[in-house]
């Protein structure tokens, strides 16, 4: 049986900058940024837009971790 809880990773696929890609993430990652792009009134797709427009080199996956990351700790200050 699959795991299932915030460690358990998921892959979605979605459309950036006209071309089409699988993200694999953490669940726990999937809900934080749905509530950032929410928050921000932007799609999901759309923010991870914008993380991906600004990553450089870093991979996509771990550029939304990071990102989430600063946004809880901005959040928290």
């Known amino acids: 049986m699959p795991e299932r809880g915030p460690s358990a990773i998921t892959k979605h696929s979605l459309t950036i900058a006209g071309h089409r890609t699988s993200i694999s993430l953490e669940s726990a990652f999937w809900d934080a940024?749905?509530?950032?792009?929410?928050?921000?009134n932007l799609s999901l797709?759309?923010?991870?837009g914008e993380i991906d427009a600004g990553?450089?080199?870093?991979?996509?996956s771990s550029a939304i971790r990071?990102?989430?990351?600063?946004?809880?700790?901005?959040s928290a200050q």
């Not at 990553?55 to 996509?60: F, H, M, Q, V």
């Not at 990071?66 to 901005?74: H, I, Y």
């Open 33 to 40: 940024l749905r509530d950032i792009a929410r928050a921000r």
């Open 45 to 48: 797709a759309a923010l991870i």
């Open 55 to 60: 990553r450089g080199t870093a991979n996509l």
């Open 66 to 74: 990071v990102f989430v990351l600063m946004q809880s700790r901005a």
